[in-house]
Each structure stands twice: as C-alpha cells, then as structure tokens.
C-alpha cells in the first residue's frame, strides 16, 4: 500500500481535532478509507472544513442532479485535465454507482464511446467545453441542457460541479497527489 499522498511534506495537524478525527472515523467506517484529499487538507483544518464543505454541498445536497450525473461530471472534468488522482478516485464512485465497471472505465478515457441517454450526452458536452475553453461559453450553449430536461438550478450545479474538479484538478496535479490505493480495485 502507497504512504506517500503528495509530493508536499505537509503533516496533518497532530492530534486532529475531535470533529476532524470523527469526520475521518466516518469516511474510514462508510468508504473503508480516509481518501487521501482530505488528508492531504488535514496540515490546515481551516482549508480542510472549507473544501469538505463545499464538496459535501455540491456533491451530497439536493439537487435536480443525481450523485452519479454528479460523478459523470468529476470524470469527465478529471479526464479533460488528466487528473490522475480523481480520475481514480470519481472513476471508481461512478462504477459503484451505476453499477457498470465499463461506463467507470469509458468515461475516464473517452465518454463518447460510453452508451449515456441524450441528457448525459448534452451535460457532459457543457462541462467537456466548460473545462477545455470556458471563455468561449455563451448562451446557446446551455439550450442543449433545457432541451434535455435540464433547469436552470440544474445547469448552476453542473456548472459549480466543473468549476469544484477543474480547482481540485489544479491542486492534484500541482501536489502530485496520489490516489488511494483501494480505488483500484472498487466495483469492478
């Protein structure tokens, strides 16, 4: 099993504050792991409670989005940047999810040969295009996403959802962030 998370050496606060330790308690027990982002976070617990925060709103509150159409998006974002680390990591949530060890598997290398309905087809082409050239976005190409059933809170969390992975992207690839092993293996 790999130790290293990061090329930084940045320890985790020591002891982890009590909800801290609780909140890894909980992932170990739901996740068979502490996924190595949030450890990565744990040097500052302020940075730490601020990134779960917004993830756990964008990616675990109600939404007009599924939690797999939220993965799809993860993956497609990771896929665009060649994010190692979530690639791995939302590749495998999106396997466990639809239950489908092959749509994991298209959607980190090409989405498009993956079998996905209209409305996935026309979510995931917004983000692919939000990713690789967000300064030519315009109107007409949210029309799509109404077309294909999708509300305007809808297309503001597909939106946040990108916008969440291409940071997070950023830092993993900036950090050398390595994926917990685990991943590997899950729902295959």
């Given at each position: 099993m790999t130790d290293k998370i990061m090329a930084l050496d940045l320890p985790p606060v020591d002891p982890l504050p009590e909800d801290t330790q609780a909140y890894?308690?909980?992932?170990?027990?739901?996740?068979?792991?502490?996924?190595?982002?949030?450890?990565?976070?744990?040097f500052s617990i302020d940075k730490l409670n601020a990134f779960t925060a917004l993830y756990n709103e964008l990616m675990l509150a109600e939404s007009g989005l599924s939690k797999l159409e939220r993965e799809m998006i993860a993956?497609?974002?990771s896929s665009v940047n060649h994010c190692w680390y979530c690639l791995v990591a939302h590749g495998?949530?999106?396997?466990?999810?639809?239950?489908?060890p092959k749509l994991g598997e298209a959607m980190a290398l090409s989405w498009r040969a993956a079998e996905l309905s209209?409305?996935?087809r026309a979510?995931?082409?917004?983000?692919?295009?939000?990713?690789?050239?967000?300064?030519?976005?315009?109107?007409?190409?949210?029309?799509?996403l109404r077309n294909a059933g999708f509300s305007d809170r809808d297309i503001w969390d597909i939106a946040n959802v990108a916008g969440f992975f291409n940071m997070s992207n950023r830092v993993a690839a900036a950090t050398e962030m390595q994926p917990n092993d685990a991943y590997h293996s899950q729902a295959r």
């Open positions: 890894f308690d909980l992932c170990a027990e739901k996740l068979g792991l502490v996924p190595n982002v949030l450890r990565a976070y744990a993956v497609v974002v495998a949530a999106v396997r466990e999810l639809s239950g489908d209209q409305r996935h979510m995931l082409t917004y983000v692919e295009k939000l990713t690789e050239t967000p300064h030519k976005m315009e109107a007409a190409d949210r029309e799509p």
